[in-house]
């Protein structure tokens, strides 16, 4: 299960350019002056990483003009008097503020990712002689093997990752697809296929997915979820996308890395909190966590990370490893997403059903 593609759903400033785009990067740089603890720190030292960072901030300003005037045209389109026309153009000034507020707060975000990671270009190179094609489960906290399955629930989701016994090639790397469903009351709202390569070494490396968003929507007959959206999809090699580790062979508390690289569209990270978790040790951790589970799944060996980001500056997720059946649960402000069936280890798994 990856993170909820919540994050992908909420404001973001993707970087797929049009003539009127750069013609409204131009038009902002006139109309639109940032304050100055809003465009970047400044360090005197500031590196690829930071440039970087900003680049990608001015594509958000220009993206959320655009969007800005095309809200405007449709004010114009469509208001009947002018009262309307003046409330329509109000709201499309409101949604403006709004996002220059969110690219700023991206920009924040990207720099403090900045001070984590360093100031150096990042630009992994994979050498296929380093990967398997063959897929056993290799990496126990991210078991990669066909015919894998996990059932999750929460927020009234349920979420449903199945390793199929497929194979794609990127990169010169063989990846295993692996299909992540989200359904509420048996209905899609996301079916995405994830691309991930095993190191030989261990490593997981997340390689692409595509990522479809479904809507039920209002009024049609019959109620079928309609394709509404293809929104973070990314593979690497193809328009700038660079891949991510998911999970390290071994890894070690404090470690801050990148999951996905598409500029403005995907950008997870994650930091490893603890490789020796187990329910009492940490207070901290073991809120929302379901006691019974968690003494079933962990016995001082557990792994915990907490992922994020940049584009949606403040949701974050503690994610939950076990290194009897992978991922268990994800504690994302207030709620958990948990773990109810899996058959990646059938012993363990037949007790982790019978918990409920």
């Known amino acids: 299960m990856r993170q909820r593609k919540s994050s992908k759903r909420m404001f973001t400033c993707a970087t797929t350019w049009s003539g009127r785009a750069v013609l409204l990067l131009a038009l902002a740089a006139l109309v639109w002056t940032v304050p100055a603890a809003q465009a970047g720190r400044g360090h005197d030292d500031d590196g690829p990483c930071s440039m970087t960072a900003r680049a990608v901030f001015n594509a958000c300003k220009a993206e959320i003009n655009d969007d800005y005037w095309i809200e405007v045209a449709k004010c114009l389109n469509e208001a009947e008097t002018t009262a309307g026309l003046e409330s329509c153009k109000a709201d499309a000034k409101d949604e403006r503020t709004g996002g220059r507020e969110e690219c700023a707060e991206q920009l924040d975000a990207r720099e403090d990712l900045c001070d984590d990671l360093g100031e150096d270009r990042y630009l992994p190179e994979l050498d296929p002689d380093d990967f398997t094609t063959v897929f056993n489960n290799r990496n126990p906290y991210w078991p990669l093997k066909p015919g894998n399955r996990w059932v999750y629930e929460g927020g009234g989701e349920t979420i449903t990752v199945t390793h199929l016994g497929e194979t794609k090639l990127i990169e010169g790397l063989t990846a295993i697809v692996v299909n992540d469903l989200v359904s509420v009351d048996g209905q899609p709202i996301e079916d995405t296929d994830d691309w991930y390569a095993q190191a030989i070494n261990g490593d997981v490396w997340y390689v692409g997915e595509i990522s479809q968003d479904f809507e039920l929507i209002e009024g049609d007959d019959p109620q079928v979820a309609e394709l509404v959206e293809i929104a973070g999809?990314?593979?690497?090699?193809?328009?700038?996308?660079?891949?991510?580790?998911?999970?390290?062979?071994?890894?070690?508390?404090?470690?801050?890395?990148?999951?996905?690289?598409?500029?403005?569209?995907?950008?997870?990270?994650?930091?490893?909190?603890?490789?020796?978790?187990?329910?009492?040790?940490?207070?901290?951790?073991?809120?929302?966590?379901?006691?019974?589970?968690?003494?079933?799944?962990?016995?001082?060996?557990?792994?915990?990370?907490?992922?994020?980001?940049?584009?949606?500056?403040?949701?974050?997720?503690?994610?939950?490893?076990?290194?009897?059946?992978?991922?268990?649960?994800?504690?994302?402000?207030?709620?958990?997403?948990?773990?109810?069936?899996?058959?990646?280890?059938?012993?363990?798994?037949?007790?982790?059903?019978?918990?409920?």
């Open 233 to 356: 999809s990314w593979k690497a090699g193809r328009d700038g996308a660079l891949p991510g580790i998911v999970m390290f062979d071994d890894p070690v508390p404090l470690t801050v890395y990148r999951q996905e690289v598409s500029l403005g569209n995907a950008e997870d990270a994650a930091e490893v909190v603890s490789d020796d978790y187990e329910f009492g040790d940490d207070p901290d951790l073991d809120d929302l966590v379901p006691q019974d589970l968690a003494e079933l799944l962990c016995h001082g060996d557990c792994v915990v990370t907490r992922e994020f980001t940049p584009i949606a500056p403040g949701i974050e997720a503690l994610k939950y490893y076990s290194p009897l059946v992978g991922l268990f649960l994800e504690v994302e402000h207030g709620e958990i997403v948990v773990l109810k069936e899996c058959n990646v280890n059938p012993v363990i798994c037949a007790a982790v059903e019978a918990l409920d």
